[in-house]
């Protein structure tokens, strides 16, 4: 139990609050809940995609003038450390969609598929990232 505890320790973003944190572990744990629950009564499927740091609408409109924003700061960090080095578009978190749906993935519920290059492998190093968007 402590080994598992501090692996999701080791993962923790500083400078990613406002409660997003938090809802999405409860997002996490209530798939599995529901992939129990959906697939005993009705046989379907249930997972969540956790996708990385992509640059979108909502994400352009919470940047502080000159400075970069925090996703901003993610994208490119992401960029420059993750497995495979390259963008991540929400064409990728789609194709993992479909995927999910297809019936060539009709054994898999209850999970969380990460869609972000790899960087969940790796995990962040934040302290130099987290100040260059803060004031």
Request: glycine share 10%; charged share 20%.
């Amino acid at each position: 139990m402590h080994s598992h505890f501090a692996a999701l320790l080791s993962q923790v973003i500083p400078g990613y609050g406002g409660g997003m944190s938090s809802a999405k572990a409860a997002l996490e744990s209530d798939t599995r809940v529901l992939a129990y629950e959906a697939g005993r009564k009705y046989g379907i499927t249930v997972n969540t995609i956790s996708a990385g740091p992509l640059k979108s609408r909502a994400a352009s409109a919470i940047s502080k003038g000159d400075k970069k924003s925090f996703i901003e700061v993610g994208i490119d960090y992401c960029r420059a450390n993750a497995p495979l080095e390259k963008d991540l578009y929400s064409d990728d978190v789609g194709t993992a969609a479909a995927c999910l749906l297809s019936p060539f993935f009709g054994a898999v519920t209850g999970v969380t598929l990460y869609v972000d290059n790899g960087m969940h492998a790796v995990g962040m190093v934040q302290e130099k990232a987290v100040a260059q968007c803060q004031d």
